[in-house]
């Protein structure tokens, strides 16, 4: 049984710790005593939004553990501050690409997995009212292509694996 890990990407890390950086100082170098009130809240909502940018780039700089992992039987997504989410390939129907664009800009991108039934019951016994998980792509140390690649290989080679088990297969 062989697994694949996936780490974050440390470059998109680090553009994120410097952009966040930069705002916090300019934040500490502006003269808010000369601005309106308007742009006083306006500063302080973008201090505290690149304050939290600012140490998740820390995090994932200094993250040891793989933020998604492959095996023969299951996909696990760990979440930054979140239990990880285990999907079994037995539960999964197919997966697709999807990004978020803003003006043309793309912003985000996902590969969403397709679950059966939004019946399946998650591990702990919870039900998920969705029937799709997401991978948030653009923040592992690999390409899209490449994973979903990974991802239908897998898929494949355990529904193959499951019908010949079975018997479906002559």
Do not use: C, W
């Not at 890990?5 to 952009?19: A, D, G, Q, R």
């Amino acid at each position: 049984m062989k697994e694949h890990h996936f780490y974050s990407s440390k470059m998109t890390s680090f553009i994120l710790l410097v952009v966040s950086a930069v705002f916090v100082y300019l934040y500490f170098s502006i003269d808010q005593d000369r601005s309106s009130v308007f742009m006083v809240v306006i500063y302080n909502l973008g201090f505290v939004l690149f304050s939290l940018g600012l140490i998740y780039s820390i995090v994932l700089l200094f993250r040891r553990k793989p933020l998604l992992t492959i095996t023969d039987h299951q996909i696990i997504i760990y979440h930054m501050f979140a239990k990880p989410v285990s999907v079994g390939f037995g539960d999964i129907v197919s997966f697709y690409v999807s990004d978020t664009r803003h003006r043309g800009i793309k912003t985000a991108e996902h590969i969403f997995i397709v679950l059966k039934s939004a019946d399946q019951k998650r591990k702990g016994g919870k039900s998920s009212p969705f029937n799709q998980q997401s991978i948030q792509v653009d923040i592992l140390n690999v390409k899209t292509k490449v994973l979903l690649d990974l991802l239908q290989t897998k898929l494949r080679d355990f529904n193959q694996q499951n019908e010949a088990v079975s018997g479906k297969i002559d």
